[in-house]
């Protein structure tokens, strides 16, 4: 069982921003692969980005490419999530997961563990 704690989330005005961390209880083949995903008031969760522990690559959502950037600190088992130029269209409720694949990056299935979440609003 690999368990995911997620913070860093809040309140900032458009075009501020913010840096979500996700840090797991261990690193195991179960979790070779970290993503986050998000999702707003009555829509489905939708993928964000995926980083691999081992090589460290990336891959985002064409929303957020450019703006936001996943990270890793394989020492402290942490995942980051560095947002910048916030829009008020990426309000809604962030969520840290794992999976074993590296493959298969945005396939919201493929992911067995999942943290808490954790609110990210921005205002006009």
């Known amino acids: 069982q690999v368990y995911l704690v997620e913070s860093g989330g809040g309140l900032v005005q458009a075009g501020g921003s913010l840096r979500l961390s996700c840090a797991a209880s261990e690193r195991t083949a179960a979790n070779r692969a970290m993503g986050w995903f998000r999702q707003a008031p009555g829509k489905e969760r939708e993928f964000v980005a995926h980083i691999t522990w081992s090589t460290g690559s990336t891959y985002y959502a064409d929303s957020v490419k450019g703006r936001f950037t996943i990270s890793r600190d394989n020492a402290k088992n942490t995942v980051y999530l560095q947002m910048n130029s916030l829009k008020p269209e990426d309000t809604a409720v962030y969520y840290c997961?794992?999976?074993?694949?590296?493959?298969?990056?945005?396939?919201?299935?493929?992911?067995?563990?999942w943290g808490q979440g954790t609110q990210v609003t921005v205002s006009s």
């Open positions: 997961a794992a999976k074993s694949t590296v493959v298969a990056v945005s396939n919201r299935e493929l992911y067995k563990y």
